[in-house]
């Protein structure tokens, strides 16, 4: 899984225009959860969409809190932590906290 790393508003930005061409899925991670921690390692290891597929991005949501809650008012999702959020065009197409963020629901939704 091929990380992109989101660490400013600049580079959400970014990410939100990527989604005009393909599907974008960011993760929000909290570095002081220990669920957040199991969600992150169950989706590195069952990840199996390509980059041209579906673009990964992660936020440390502790290190960058100005940057989640971007996040949640562009894209009208209350912030929770773990949090996946799927995208493409600027719309929602999937989210999920916790233990419901799975790889069958991005399947479904894209």
């Known amino acids: 899984m091929n990380w992109t790393i ?3 508003i600049a580079e959400l930005e970014s990410a939100l225009a990527k989604s005009d061409d393909m599907p974008i899925a960011i993760f ?3 570095t002081r959860c220990s669920v957040s921690f199991m969600a992150r390692k169950q989706l590195e290891m069952t990840w199996d969409f390509s980059d041209e597929r579906v673009k990964p991005y992660f936020l440390d949501l502790i290190q960058h809190r ?9 894209t009208g999702v209350e912030h929770q932590s773990p949090q996946l959020i799927l995208l493409s065009n600027n719309k929602v197409l999937y989210h ?3 233990g419901s963020i799975s790889l069958q629901g991005i399947e479904r939704s894209i």
């Open 6 to 8: 989101l660490t400013s």
């Open 66 to 74: 100005d940057v989640s809650d971007a996040i949640a008012s562009k």
């Open 28 to 30: 929000k991670h909290s």
């Open 96 to 98: 999920a906290s916790h």
